[in-house]
């Protein structure tokens, strides 16, 4: 009897191990099929392939990997937003997975809301928890950036100045901060709040005197100039400008216009 329960105990554990080996070399095989097929344009075929390694194999350590390339050929071959979203969490709820791809799928959420279905409020809360989750895996000050572009996006200039001043406060030597004063001026121009706006870009220029930004941070300022009034400064700010501003017929309609207002003004 001893010997008949030994033997019944050593095949089962044989068979275990056999299921297994066949298990991870089918969804090896489909594994590595599916991602030869994507390089070659068959996404559908690609995707079914995944697909069936979520259903029949989840217990192949390929299975997490299988998860994430569905949700990256739903969102970026077939923009179904939806499955890409509910893949990618399905992705996050699996303890064990590895954190990289949690990274990798919380961060594609985010960036789905933000620049897919354009729901910013959502894409602020999905960034952060990119920031609560992955703090060690995403670029210092990236996430509060995303968060106070979301706002600027949304209109909400005022709380976007607030969260780029977090970004600015906590993360001094990123080199999104160049950025984010950039936006702070900007906001303040679109609220019409331009005393502020000409301090925030005195403050750039100050830092970064040889910004891409500072043919357009120039603009700004003669345009605040203009608005209190001060045409003179004005003209000589867009004057500067020439040969160095990108939309150069609306550069020359404001010299154009305010030459006109100060030719009227001597009459």
Known sequence: MGYSRFFFIYVWFLLIIISTSCSRESAET?????QDLWSKGETEKSLSNFLNIIEKYPASDLHDDALFKAGELYYLSYSDFSNAIKTFRQLLLIR?????LKFQAQNYIAEIYENSLNDY???IIEYQRLINNFENWISPGE???????CYFKKSDYKQAIVEYEILIERFPVSPLVEEAIYQIGTSNFILGECSEAVKSYNRFEEKFPDSRFMPEIKFEIGSCYEEEGN??????MFRE????????????????AIEKRLSARRR
């Open 30 to 34: 489909l594994y590595k099929t599916g």
């Open 231 to 236: 045409l003179l400064e004005s003209l000589t």
């Open 121 to 123: 409020d959502q894409a």
């Open 96 to 100: 064990n997975a590895r954190v990289k």
């Open 241 to 256: 400008l020439k040969g160095n501003y990108s939309n150069k017929k609306l550069l020359e309609m404001k010299i154009n």
């Open 143 to 149: 996430g509060q950036f995303k968060i106070a572009t």
